[in-house]
């Protein structure tokens, strides 16, 4: 059944959204009355596309259609979840709440992007404030997972609990803030560091770009991984955070930083701070920006993710939730997947040693649907690889759509061959074969012996499969 985002102000935010349901498989409407709304939403999706499927193996499910509508009750009839990302007005929320609310159907969760209400001020006066929550997500919405999840002590349990399925069900993290206060969490945090940042450039001690390399340089990068708390527990050392909190924790009594006090706003700083910024990275536009950033945090995600850790084990973990079964199609389709940025070389090409990985991964495929799979391996039994030769056929650049195709044209007692094919989703190209020759291998003596019972029986009925469809 084809579920239904409907998305209210297609901005920055809304257009992050607004990308990351329908990639992931949802069509989206999208109300704004901004006449350019249609060309900066198209661009979002365009970047949004690009590199929201590179932080994925498995393929993504089918792209969902986004249309935009001429109203509110247009967008929000029929819909599933309904994101209101608006202007920070709690007048124009109300407003557009009520008509929301007039229109979309009762067990639809209906979500605010807001930054700093409360979801008690956005429920006032509304004729169902059980179904009203906050989903705060963070800047590119289609990229970063968090979304602070705000509920009053009104919001019904089920909008919570579907809100939260719903969510993770589109690989973002649903923090459930178990207390309303203004801004949440995470923008109190962003606000206090904002504060002491005006601070050190309106007192001339540090420039804008400096203050960003203090960031990206250095505790950014601790920060992107471990968050605060564990930070500081692994400065402790070996005596942990106790340790930590004794030897600084008497620096809070210090005069360190501005956090209660706020430099006055004048035209003179906002020039200060705008012309320190054009400075800085004036010469680049905002898309070229943005796709920069992409890159980057794309980059950093992998890199979490290959190590199963922070935001990078939610990747891994909904990865997974996308893989299906191999079927019985002659060959085996065992990968889909798109080239990711890190893949690539000085040339902008796919570097040679990822043919082997991405050769791996389909031979990997191939092991678990025949049941030599991860409990297999800590059985202590598993396929090790004897001989490969790859041909390279085509360039292959980031962001390109690719698969593989994998043919069994051995497989007798311990050893195994496959013929890998791979192509360009686009065109069906064949850029690089492989041929793989694998041994089956006790772990524990590290000699090749026969395979389980099981196993052997699965590749030989799938290699005479093969054969008989003229592999």
Same mark, same amino acid.
């Given at each position: 059944?084809?579920?239904?985002?409907?998305?209210?102000? *297609?901005?920055?935010?809304?257009?992050?959204?607004?990308?990351?349901?329908?990639?992931?498989?949802?069509?989206?409407?999208?109300?704004?009355?901004?006449?350019?709304?249609?060309?900066?939403?198209?661009?979002?999706?365009?970047?949004?596309?690009?590199?929201?499927?590179?932080?994925?193996?498995?393929?993504?499910?089918?792209?969902?259609?986004?249309?935009?509508?001429?109203?509110?009750?247009?967008?929000?009839?029929?819909?599933?979840?309904?994101?209101?990302?608006?202007?920070?007005r709690l007048d124009i929320k109300h407003r557009v709440i009520a008509e929301i609310q007039g229109a979309c159907p009762e067990g639809a969760v209906l979500a605010s992007s807001t930054s700093g209400f409360k979801p008690s001020e956005l429920q006032d006066g509304a004729a169902r404030p059980g179904q009203i929550v906050v989903a705060h997500p963070f800047n590119p919405v289609y990229l970063l997972p968090?979304?602070?999840?705000?509920?009053?002590?009104?919001?019904?349990?089920?909008?919570?609990?579907?809100?939260?399925?719903?969510?993770? !069900?589109? =690989?973002?993290?649903?923090?459930?803030?178990?207390?309303?206060?203004?801004?949440?969490?995470?923008?109190?945090?962003?606000?206090?560091?904002?504060?002491?940042?005006?601070?050190?450039?309106?007192?001339?001690?540090?420039?804008?770009?400096?203050?960003?390399?203090?960031?990206?340089?250095?505790? =950014?990068?601790?920060?992107?991984?471990?968050?605060?708390?564990?930070?500081?527990?692994?400065?402790?050392?070996?005596?942990?955070?106790?340790?930590?909190?004794?030897?600084?924790?008497?620096?809070?009594?210090?005069?360190?930083?501005?956090?209660?006090?706020?430099?006055?706003?004048?035209?003179?700083?906002?020039?200060?701070?705008?012309?320190?910024?054009?400075?800085?990275?004036?010469?680049?536009?905002?898309?070229?920006?943005?796709?920069?950033?992409?890159?980057?945090?794309?980059?950093?995600?992998? =890199?979490?993710?290959?190590?199963?850790?922070?935001?990078?084990?939610?990747?891994?973990?909904?990865?997974?939730?996308?893989?299906?079964?191999?079927?019985?199609?002659?060959?085996?389709?065992?990968?889909?997947?798109? +080239?990711?940025?890190?893949?690539?070389?000085?040339?902008?090409?796919?570097?040679?040693?990822?043919? =082997?990985?991405?050769?791996?991964?389909?031979?990997?495929?191939?092991?678990?649907?025949?049941?030599?799979?991860?409990?297999? +391996?800590?059985?202590?039994?598993?396929?090790?690889?004897?001989?490969?030769?790859?041909?390279?056929?085509?360039?292959?650049? !980031?962001?390109?759509?690719?698969?593989?195709?994998?043919?069994?044209?051995?497989?007798? *007692?311990?050893?195994?061959?496959?013929?890998?094919?791979?192509?360009?989703?686009?065109?069906?190209?064949?850029?690089?074969?492989?041929?793989?020759?694998?041994?089956?291998?006790?772990?524990?003596?590290?000699?090749?012996?026969?395979?389980?019972?099981?196993?052997?029986?699965?590749?030989?009925?799938?290699?005479?499969?093969?054969?008989?469809?003229?592999?």
């Open positions: 059944m084809t579920k239904v985002a409907a998305i209210i102000g *297609g901005g920055v935010i809304g257009g992050g959204w607004a990308a990351r349901f329908a990639l992931m498989g949802w069509e989206v409407r999208v109300f704004d009355p901004d006449p350019e709304a249609e060309r900066k939403i198209g661009e979002v999706m365009g970047n949004a596309g690009r590199v929201l499927p590179m932080l994925y193996e498995a393929p993504m499910p089918k792209r969902g259609q986004i249309t935009l509508v001429g109203s509110v009750v247009e967008a929000v009839t029929g819909a599933d979840w309904i994101q209101e990302s608006v202007p920070e968090l979304a602070e999840l705000v509920p009053s002590a009104v919001t019904s349990p089920e909008t919570v609990a579907r809100a939260k399925e719903i969510l993770t !069900a589109i =690989g973002m993290y649903p923090l459930h803030v178990r207390a309303e206060i203004d801004a949440h969490i995470a923008d109190r945090f962003l606000e206090a560091v904002w504060r002491e940042a005006l601070w050190l450039v309106k007192d001339g001690i540090a420039t804008t770009e400096e203050i960003d390399n203090a960031i990206r340089y250095g505790f =950014g990068l601790r920060w992107a991984q471990m968050g605060l708390f564990e930070t500081y527990r692994v400065a402790g050392g070996e005596a942990g955070m106790r340790h930590f909190m004794a030897q600084f924790g008497p620096c809070l009594q210090w005069p360190w930083t501005k956090l209660t006090d706020v430099p006055e706003f004048t035209d003179e700083l906002v020039d200060l701070i705008a012309g320190q910024s054009d400075k800085q990275s004036g010469h680049m536009g905002i898309r070229d920006l943005e796709r920069l950033r992409d890159n980057n945090l794309v980059a950093i995600l992998r =890199g979490l993710k290959q190590q199963g850790a922070a935001a990078g084990k939610l990747i891994l973990d909904h990865d997974a939730m996308l893989r299906g079964p191999l079927g019985d199609d002659v060959p085996l389709v065992t990968v889909r997947r798109v +080239v990711p940025v890190d893949w690539t070389d000085m040339n902008g090409h796919m570097n040679e040693g990822r043919y =082997g990985q991405l050769f791996s991964d389909a031979s990997e495929e191939l092991m678990t649907h025949v049941g030599a799979d991860r409990a297999y +391996v800590e059985a202590g039994n598993s396929y090790f690889t004897a001989e490969t030769t790859v041909k390279y056929l085509n360039e292959t650049h !980031a962001g390109e759509d690719i698969y593989v195709t994998t043919r069994v044209t051995r497989g007798e *007692g311990k050893k195994l061959r496959l013929w890998h094919e791979m192509c360009r989703a686009s065109d069906d190209a064949v850029l690089a074969t492989c041929v793989q020759f694998l041994l089956h291998v006790s772990l524990e003596t590290r000699r090749s012996c026969p395979p389980l019972p099981q196993v052997l029986e699965a590749v030989e009925a799938l290699a005479a499969h093969h054969a008989e469809a003229g592999a």
